[in-house]
Structure formats: C-alpha cells, structure tokens
C-alpha cells in the first residue's frame, strides 16, 4: 500500500506543478500588460520591474495554487482512469479512495499553510507590491513626456488628464528632488464630489462631479523620493468650469413650444472663467498614504482584528441618497470600509480551504467522467473554478451589503460546502464500487 500511495504521489506531482505554473504565468500576464507599455516608455528600471514580478508571484500563489491543484489531479487521475490503472487497484481489492488518502492530506497541509501564509506573509509582500508601485508612480510623474495625452493621472475621488508641449531642460539645484518642468500645460480635472466631499449626513445628493479646464504658462511636478511627497505647480493660468450635461427636459423641449408652454431663449453665452498665478495640488505622499489608506489585505492579522473590533457605531449605516428626484439607500463610506475589512478577515480563512476542496472533488470526478483529453479536464477545471468563482462573489456582496457576521461567515464558507460536499458523495460512491 505504501509503494502504491508513493506512486501515486509521484504521479499527481508533475501535473499539478506545471498547472500552477501554468496559471501563475497567465495570471502574471493579465497583471503586468495593461501597464507595463506605459511603464517602460516612462523609463521605470528594468530592476524595479523585476522586484515586482517576483513580489507578485508570491501572492499570486494564493490563487494559482488551488487552481493548479484542481487542473493537475483532474488530469493524472484521468490519465490513470483511461489507462485501467484504477481498475487495477480494483481488481486487487483495495478501494481506490484508500489510495488517494495521502493526496488529500497533503493537499489540507497545502491549505494549512496556505492559511498561515494569508496572515504572516502575505500582508506584507501586498505592503511591498504598494511601495513598489508607489515608487513607479511617482517616476513614470517626474518623467511624463510632451505632446502625449496622459489620462489617468489623479488622486482619490479626483481624475486628471494632463498634456504639455515642451519640457524645459533647465538644470534643477535642488538636491535630491525629481523635478519636471513643462511649458503650455493643458489639462482637464474631474472632481467626484462623493469622494472629496463624502456626506455622512441622513440625506445627500450623489452623482454629482464638477470638471474644470486648467491652462497654464508654466507648470512643475516636484517629488521627493525620500519622503514620497508629489506636488503639481501651475503658474500664470486659467481655470474655466466645464457645464454640467442637465437631465433632458420633461416633457420634451419640441413638444412644450408646439404648444406654446415656454419661450427659448437665446443661449447664455457668458463662462466663468478664473485667472490664477500659482494653483498648487498634492498628488500623493507615501507617509500620508500609508496611514489613512492602508488596504485590509495589507494588514497583519493583528491589525486586522484591531480594526474590525471598533466598528463605526457613530455613523449610520445607511444613507438615503437623491438623485433626480428618486432617493435611493446606499452604504455610508465609514461601514463601507468596515464591512471590505470583515471580508477580508473571513476570506483569509475560507479562501485556502479551496486547495483541499478541488482535490476532493477532482480525485472522484475523474474517475467518475473518465476525461481522455487534456482540454476535457480543462474544460472541467474550468467550470468548476468559475462555479467557486461565482458563489466566492455572492459570498463578497453579502458581507459588503452590510448582512450580519453569522449569514456571512456562511456565504463565504458556501463554496467550499457545496463542492466539497459534492466532492464527499462522489468519493463515497467510489468506495461502494
């Protein structure tokens, strides 16, 4: 039995590397395309790049793992299937589950480290992959070259598309700060007043966003690598509000003068136009950052449970929200955030059981199916993945919508149910046979 179960250890291995591997690598891709154009063209090192791909393959692990997992045993049980193997240990009299028992624990050890590496480890590589980032950020903003349009510039609750005609080659005497300097600085600035100006108040209007038109003679991004301190400058500018697009009229505009109910007016053509010497925005600060924005899955467990402890009982929990004419409940930002770190909590938790629950479903599966092609356990793997995938997200929007701790710790642990419940049937009728 020893030798059987050695073997079959053996033969689960190598397909389960190379899938994680395999969705490692496709997951690392759809990370890194979107952006890295933009990043290589801004002259980001090619060691920076390389300290984030090796700090994104750690936490990428957390995904790649169950995944692999899931594709790899469907594919050696298979193979195992269709080669008679596992009739073989039939016909010698011992269950094929029996087999399969070191399989199983090695896969809930693989989910007990998992767990352990969800609350020591992993926090920290996502602090590393934000000051990684960060440091990206504030080269690609001190190195942003003329006649291009960059259009996803900004800070929180604000958007900025930011384009200029020349960049002056002055010599900067400031030592140690990046300094751009830009001449026939245009831009356009979106302000979400939700995000600026958040509104804890029983009533608010939403939806509102104020754009404005910058135009400048002159203008500066000032960084200072040490403290991560980013700072736009114009000078010598104008700043003209843009009109805000009115909802359509009721009843329509034609209809109303067919029948002699308004009077068009000749447009106003006025604008308000403001003249300003010196505008000055910060863009980010990674001192400032770290304190007031730090992401619940960057936390130790510690702090996490620190933070989920003091809910924010001085705030209500919902907040009825006017938008032309209709008022809808929404979550204030404060429970908003509370209940994203509650998720987060419970993910740490439920999320590594999913490495234990695809081997208990994929070792019976395959023998149940007999898949003989590789794109039919990948066409399995994959149904399976988005069946966890789909519950995983009602599990999210529950906890997000504010349900109590009990119902949530329960959607969350809903995926794991019902396909490791799937998973113990199937292996039962295996064992029966």
């Known amino acids: 039995m020893t030798t059987l179960r050695l073997y079959i250890l053996r033969e ?47 936490t990428l692990l957390t995904f790649t793992v169950p995944m692999g ?74 190195n942003l070259r003329p006649d291009r349009v960059y259009d996803d510039i900004g800070t929180s609750g604000t958007t900025m598309a930011l384009t200029y005609e020349k960049r002056d080659e002055e010599i ?40 404005f038109l910058l135009f400048a003679e002159t203008g500066t991004i000032t960084g200072d690598p040490e403290s991560g301190d980013l700072t736009l400058e114009l000078y010598d500018g104008t700043w003209m509000p843009m009109p805000r697009n009115e909802p359509p009229a009721d009843p329509p505009v034609e209809q109303a003068v067919a029948e ?45 449970l620190d933070h989920i402890a003091d809910p924010p009982h001085h705030v209500p929990v919902f907040r009825e929200i ?5 008022v809808t409940r929404r979550i ?24 234990f629950t695809f081997a208990l479903i994929a070792i019976p599966l395959a023998m149940e199916i007999r898949p003989r092609a590789k794109s039919l356990s990948a066409l399995l793997a994959a149904g399976l993945l988005l069946a966890y995938y789909m519950l995983m997200t009602f599990g999210n929007a529950v906890g997000a919508g504010g349900a109590s701790w009990p119902v949530t710790v329960l ?20 064992a029966r046979r």
């Open 260 to 304: 002699g109910d308004v009077t068009i007016e000749p447009p106003d053509e006025s604008t308000t136009v403001i003249r300003f010497e010196t505008l000055r925005n910060r863009m980010g600060s990674k001192k400032i950052d770290r304190a007031t924005s730090m992401m619940p899955r960057e936390m130790p467990l510690r702090q996490l």
């Open 172 to 211: 900067d005497t400031d030592a140690g700060l990046a300094r751009l300097r830009m001449r026939g600085v245009n831009m356009r600035l979106k302000v979400e007043r939700d995000e600026v100006f958040p509104s804890e108040a029983p009533v608010a209007r939403s939806g509102e966003a104020f754009e």
């Open 12 to 58: 689960l291995f190598l397909p389960v590397l190379i899938s994680i591997c395999f969705f490692t690598f496709v997951l690392l891709l759809v990370s890194l395309v979107e952006d890295a154009q933009k990043l290589l063209t801004a002259g980001i090192s090619g060691q920076m790049l390389g300290q984030l791909v090796v700090i994104l393959l750690g």
């Open 322 to 326: 006017e938008r032309r004419g209709t």
């Open 332 to 355: 204030t930002g404060a429970w908003e955030a509370y209940f994203e770190a509650r998720n987060e909590l419970i993910t740490r938790f439920t999320l590594p059981l999913a490495t």
């Open 411 to 430: 959607v969350h642990l809903l995926p794991n149910l019902l396909i490791g419940g799937v998973g113990i049937v199937l292996l039962i009728r295996e």
């Open 69 to 142: 997992v899931l594709l790899g045993t469907l594919i050696a049980v298979g193979r195992l299937t269709n080669e008679n193997e596992i009739l073989a240990i039939r016909v010698a009299g011992i269950s094929p589950p029996r087999v399969f028992v070191p399989a199983l624990v090695f896969a809930l050890g693989l989910s007990g480290l998992h767990m352990a590496a969800n609350n020591t480890a992993l926090p920290a590589l996502f602090g590393q992959v934000r000051e990684i980032t960060y440091q990206m950020q504030f080269q690609l903003l001190t």
